[in-house]
Every structure is written in structure tokens, then in C-alpha cells.
């Protein structure tokens, strides 16, 4: 795992220029040590008790800026955007049932292979990265 640190992160949004709000700091706070790829809509939800008055531009915006300086990217699956703090390459599993996203290391070492094959198979397309998905059932949906 290569999550960044709340605090890490925290540092980071200052260094950006970014007001660190109670807010914000939550929002990190969650993201940080999520390793289940919420989507903004599941932030919101999971703070609204905490925060009742905050907007969910708020989340969308604080999002936006954490992976404007490179804090979390965003997956795009399944038709919504996906927040991940793990900025390390890794591939992931996706529930075909449920649509838990799990982190799976990638292996370094195949990841040179897998970029030359796909250039092979890609002209005219300069691959930077490989990326996999693996699609199956998770544990939980596998016994219900
Ligand atoms: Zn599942
Ligand atoms: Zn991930």
C-alpha cells in the first residue's frame, strides 16, 4: 500500500495555497484511509452527519483539488468517477455483483513487457502506463 498520510495530504493542500478548512480536513481525513475508491456522492453521504450544512460541491471541489496536486486520482468505472489515494501504479478488482473496487499490486517488473506488447499492438499511440482490471465476484458476494 501507498497511501498518502491525512497529514501528508494536509501539507500538500497548504503547499497548493489551499485553505484548510474543518471541512476539507474531514474530507481528507476520509479519503486517506479509504481504500475502498468512494465516489464523491459516498463522501458526502458519510459526512453529512457530521457536517450537515455542507454542500456536495464541497466534496466535488475538495476532490478536484486533491488530484489537481496529485493526492488521489480518479477512476473512471462503471459510470462514476471513483477517488483513489493510492497515487502508486496498481491495478484493481472490480465485484461484477456489488462493485467493491479492491486494490491489486501491479508487477513492476511485468510492466515493462505489458507496455512493449501493447505498443506492438497499438501503433501510433504512445503507452505511458498499463493498467488492469480484473472482474469476478468478491467474497461477500460470492456467499449470498
Ligand atoms: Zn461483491
Ligand atoms: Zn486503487
Not at 493542500?13 to 484548510?20: I, Q, S
Not at 502508486?88 to 499490486?105: L, N, S, W
Not at 504512445?126 to 465476484?137: C, D, L, N, S
Amino acid at each position: 500500500m501507498n497511501l498518502n498520510a491525512a497529514s501528508e495530504i494536509v501539507d500538500a493542500l497548504r503547499a497548493a495555497g489551499l485553505k484548510v478548512t474543518p471541512q476539507r480536513l474531514a474530507i481528507v481525513d476520509c479519503i486517506a484511509h479509504d481504500e475502498t475508491h468512494p465516489t464523491a456522492q459516498e463522501l458526502y453521504e458519510r459526512l453529512q452527519p457530521r457536517f450537515p450544512t455542507m454542500a456536495v460541491a464541497t466534496v466535488y471541489n475538495t476532490l478536484d483539488a486533491l488530484t489537481g496536486i496529485g493526492c488521489c486520482r480518479q477512476l473512471h468505472m462503471g459510470g462514476s468517477t471513483r477517488f483513489d489515494p493510492n497515487v502508486a501504479p496498481h491495478d484493481h478488482a472490480v465485484c461484477e455483483r456489488c462493485g467493491t473496487i479492491r486494490d491489486v499490486a501491479s508487477s513492476a517488473l511485468e510492466a515493462p513487457a505489458a507496455i512493449a506488447l501493447t505498443r506492438a499492438a497499438v501503433p501510433d499511440f504512445a503507452v505511458q502506463r498499463v493498467e488492469r482490471i480484473y472482474r469476478g465476484v468478491c467474497a461477500r458476494c460470492a456467499t449470498t
